[in-house]
Nanobody, 123 residues
């Protein structure tokens, strides 16, 4: 029921920054939280960060804590992921996600997915 569209991916050198955006439409009361997952070739899709739509509670994977910041703009129905101090290990397809549980750290908790945006970090 929730449509998600990511943007902002690209190529950046290690140590650089990127900001990803996720525009949501058709949001309902079941959309308790929104966040980001990522998947590198040959690896499982893993949780990155999440934020509650009501309030500003956030939750981060240990691998990105202190480097990534998730935020939202309710007026625009948009969630952002600011990524600083990027490392080659951050290279992956990043997926926006919406779910009804908190925190949505597993794929089973996700009800809707975006199409993904490629993030590539060069050394």
């Amino acid at each position: 029921q929730v449509q998600l569209v990511e943007s902002g991916g690209g190529l950046v050198q290690a140590g650089g920054s990127l900001r990803l955006s996720c525009a949501a439409s058709g949001r309902s009361i079941s959309s308790y939280a929104m966040g980001w997952f990522r998947q590198a070739p040959g690896k499982e899709r893993e949780f990155v960060a999440a934020i509650r739509w009501s309030g500003s509670n956030t939750y981060y994977a240990d691998s990105v804590k202190g480097r990534f910041t998730i935020s939202r703009d309710s007026a625009k129905n948009t969630v952002y992921l600011r990524m600083n101090s990027l490392k080659p290990e951050d290279t992956a397809v990043y997926y926006c996600a919406a779910g009804s549980s908190w925190p949505p750290t597993t794929r089973l908790a996700v009800g809707s997915w975006g199409q993904g945006t490629q993030v590539t970090i060069s050394s």
